[in-house]
């Protein structure tokens, strides 16, 4: 992992730490610099509503993502200022889509993320655990972590977790856990585990192991799946993880109305 020190408009940072299991992804991005994330209007915190956008690097496939706070009657305004011909994935609240459609037609649902956390109380979690090392389902597993990850940046003091863990059989990767965002109370972590070993819980068992390592550092998990991903959703619901947000995925792209004289 990557210490840095923290970077990033004070405005933006105080209000992302205030909310900080919505948006832990533009918290960590923010404060590490580990990408450029903005607040549009500038001082939309300030005001109360407005867009956080992160860019990303579109040549290796990421998208731009816009994450929005206050009413949609106020933060929809600011789509016309997004930066022009450059495709966001926006990620609306439930709550807010309805509303917000009304005011932009345009906009269609491409998917629903459910951001999911451990609802367990931390302050219970102060020893040491020490999960079994052997997958229950035979001794041909076994779980391999990893204390570095170059890509991962996090701020100085922010350690003392496990960024990457692998249940390995012999020696290839049967499953991963990596944690891709990481903040002072939470840790976002993606799963994926090979084709020919999905369906007899490999990653709901590696990720409970996962887990418990987070709750000893202190540390809250975050587990985004989509909707339509059937076989992640149950493993949030075998690991009892909680369902706090849901955001519809809209893909936005902004084309500058032409000069009046050429209308």
Not at 95 to 119: G, Y
């Amino acid at each position: 992992m990557k210490e840095v020190l923290e970077t990033g408009d004070l405005r933006w940072l105080a209000f992302l730490r205030s909310h900080e299991l919505a948006f832990n992804a533009e918290l960590h991005l923010l404060q590490t610099g580990q990408k450029q994330v903005i607040c549009l209007p500038d001082n939309g915190t300030e005001l109360g509503y407005g867009w956080f956008l992160t860019f990303a690097d579109s040549e290796a496939g990421e998208w731009n993502l816009g994450h929005p706070f206050g009413s949609p009657a106020l933060y929809q305004k600011s789509l016309d200022f997004f930066p022009p011909e450059t495709v966001f994935h926006l990620l609306i609240p439930t709550e807010d889509f309805s509303e917000l459609r009304n005011l932009r037609p345009l906009l269609a649902t491409a998917e629903k993320l459910i951001w999911h956390k451990d609802p367990a109380d931390l302050d219970r979690f102060q020893e040491k655990q020490f999960p079994s090392e052997i997958f229950p389902g035979g001794g041909e597993f076994r779980i391999r972590c990893l204390d570095e990850d170059p890509s991962l940046y996090i701020l100085e003091n922010q350690g003392g977790f496990i960024p990457r863990s692998y249940l390995m059989a012999g020696d290839s990767i049967a499953s991963m856990v990596r944690v891709i965002h990481a903040t002072a109370e939470t840790l976002e972590i993606y799963i994926e585990t090979v084709p020919e070993k999905r369906g007899i819980g490999l990653g709901t068992w590696l990720l409970g192991n996962v887990i418990n390592g987070f709750r000893t550092a202190g540390r809250r998990l975050v587990y985004v799946t989509s909707e339509e991903n059937t076989s992640s959703r149950r493993v949030a619901e075998k690991l009892g993880l909680a369902q706090y947000q849901v955001l519809h995925r809209c893909v936005f792209k902004r084309t500058p109305s032409p000069p009046s004289n050429m209308r």
